[in-house]
């Protein structure tokens, strides 16, 4: 079947067009400038003659991240980060949701449950508290101060149990029925059917460990136990000289505050960028799901 294409379609889809073209430019332009600015000199960055083009290419402010064993030993940190921290939050959040994803007819005290977790989101006890916590528990300088405190993100246990809701409750019936408990159920039956939720809060959970930095600069004593982002903020932006060298002094002759925090900004961005093209076809389906109850 032929269908006639009217004159208002077609200006309808060439403003659509348009201005999705000029949206993506707004987004692409400013990213293509910070990589330009890295690989140009500290001279022409503080020139201002930087546009989407390298000028005076070098590969300094890189060399100046890359060229440092403490780099790698952060890297390692922040990957033996993620890792943990992802396995270990998905984990709890899973288990948290799916019981406070009943009916107060089947989970008696749900909803007193539900506020003890929501309150947290309203209310935070500072971060003194928070400090002393961590310390008292013996965490301090060691992987897991970096890990446990944000385990159950709660924003991640709401998005996934508004997802539980809203499946059909005739699958749980249906596996009562064939003599499954409640963790076959969960593992065997819910937990493949969620795909795009976990996918969803899964890349939220990497993208903030990933990015944080202010916890590993409260909670490490020593900078050999850096995770990446601290790191890098000691490094580039506060200018800590503890991790320089003589045979860096060249290196930092060519770069500017510019140059080092654009080619920071590509470094602290390249792994995320290279996992989010993979869960992006959740993403939006894991949003839009697991926000409103059916």
């Not at 943990?84 to 406070?100: D, E, N």
Request: hydrophobic share 50%; with cysteine; net charge positive.
């Amino acid at each position: 079947m032929i269908h006639h294409v009217t004159r208002s379609r077609l200006l309808f889809l060439m403003i659509n067009y348009l201005f999705l073209g000029a949206l993506s430019l707004l987004c692409i332009l400013p990213m293509l400038h910070i990589l330009a600015l890295s690989f140009s000199s500290g001279s022409a960055a503080a020139a201002g003659t930087v546009s989407l083009w390298p000028v005076e290419f070098t590969t300094a402010a890189y060399e100046n991240i890359l060229n440092k064993p403490q780099y790698f030993t952060a890297f390692l940190i922040t990957m033996q980060r993620v890792v943990l921290g992802t396995s270990i939050s998905m984990l709890l959040t899973v288990l948290a949701a799916y019981p406070l994803s009943k009916e107060p007819g089947h989970f008696r005290f749900r909803t007193v449950y539900a506020w003890y977790f929501v309150i947290t989101i309203l209310f935070s006890g500072g971060l003194i508290p928070w400090y002393m916590t961590i310390k008292a528990t013996g965490l301090i300088d060691t992987i897991w101060a970096l890990v446990l405190p944000g385990a159950v993100p709660v924003f991640n246990v709401i998005l996934l149990l508004n997802f539980y809701r809203g499946l059909p409750k005739e699958l749980e019936e249906s596996a009562k029925m064939d003599g499954a408990n409640q963790f076959v159920t969960l593992f065997r039956i819910y937990f493949p059917l969620s795909a795009p939720a976990l996918a969803t809060i899964g890349l939220f959970t990497i993208v903030g460990h990933w990015n944080s930095w202010f916890d590993g600069l409260v909670l490490m004593n020593r900078p050999e136990h850096y995770p990446l982002q601290t790191f890098l903020q000691t490094v580039i932006i506060k200018k800590d000289f503890r991790f320089i060298s003589s045979d860096d002094l060249d290196i930092l002759k060519q770069l500017s505050d510019r140059t080092s925090t654009a080619a920071q900004i590509f470094v602290a961005a390249f792994p995320i960028l290279m996992i989010y093209p993979f869960l992006q076809r959740f993403f939006i389906k894991g949003i839009v799901m697991g926000s409103v109850k059916e």
